[in-house]
């Protein structure tokens, strides 16, 4: 069965201290790597896909990379508005539901 | 883009009750999702369409579950005979599927309906 395992649980950062989030996965035919970001109650807020290993995407002050099996989302001097929850996601081969890790949240303080 | 809209936000009622929620997708996206979360979880599956058709329903979902899109267009989650099990927020989104050379775009969400059965 597909799934997604997502480490740390929670994560503090003091602002500027750069890190990582890590992202797990067994999906059969992956068909796209999914990174949101939600805020405490809202929905998640899509931030990259990835399709395919060695793939990269980068938004303002973070970066998204691939390998075949996992995924990391690199944060670079952080500040306290990215506070959140990050949530991965995997597609498979069917196109149809994505499955969810249960998210690292990060808080960042000043 | 109005993005994905639910209603109600907030829900609560006694357990026992029916309850029913709405979403309204992104006009042009073909494809609308369900998923539940708890607390300290992630998003959980439980059902989609493409147009009007329910395409998966995950086995998780019990029968007091139903979900609707009539018209291809918004569609409601019913839940029957509450329970406490089933207080949670429970989340729709929306795609835009263009077949598989071109495979599905990223799902958006909406803000969830927070249920408390109480």
């Known amino acids: 069965e597909d799934q997604v395992t997502q480490s740390p649980e929670a994560l503090r950062l003091q602002e500027g201290e750069s890190s990582s989030l890590n992202c797990s996965y067994t999906?059969?035919?992956?068909?796209?790597l999914f990174w949101y970001r939600q805020d405490p109650g809202k929905g998640p807020e899509f931030l990259f896909t990835?399709?395919?290993a060695g793939e990269e995407k980068e938004k303002e002050r973070l970066k998204a990379t691939l390998t075949k099996k996992e995924s990391f989302l690199h944060i670079t001097a952080p500040k306290p508005e990215d506070s959140a929850t990050y949530l991965c996601?995997?597609?498979?081969?069917?196109?149809?539901?994505?499955?969810f890790g249960r998210g690292t949240q990060l808080t960042v303080w000043p | 883009d109005t993005g994905v809209s639910q209603d109600p936000r907030h829900k609560i009622t006694k357990r026992g009750q029916n309850v029913t929620f709405r979403c309204d997708p992104i006009?042009?996206?073909?494809?609308l999702y369900w998923y539940r979360q708890t607390l300290g979880q992630g998003p959980e599956f439980l059902t989609y369409?493409?147009?009007?058709?329910?395409?998966?329903k995950s086995r998780l979902l019990s029968d007091r579950f139903s979900a609707e899109r009539p018209k291809g267009s918004f569609s409601t989650l019913e839940i029957q005979r509450t329970e406490q099990g089933d207080s949670a927020m429970y989340l729709c989104?929306?795609?835009?599927?263009?077949?598989?050379?071109?495979?599905?775009?990223?799902?958006?969400f909406g803000n969830g309906t927070r249920l408390t059965v109480t």
């Open positions: 989104a929306s795609s835009l599927y263009g077949g598989r050379g071109h495979g599905n775009s990223p799902l958006h």
């Open positions: 990835l399709y395919s």
């Open positions: 999906v059969s035919g992956l068909r796209g």
């Open positions: 996601a995997v597609q498979g081969s069917t196109l149809g539901r994505l499955y």
């Open positions: 369409f493409q147009n009007e058709a329910q395409l998966e």
């Open positions: 006009s042009e996206h073909n494809r």
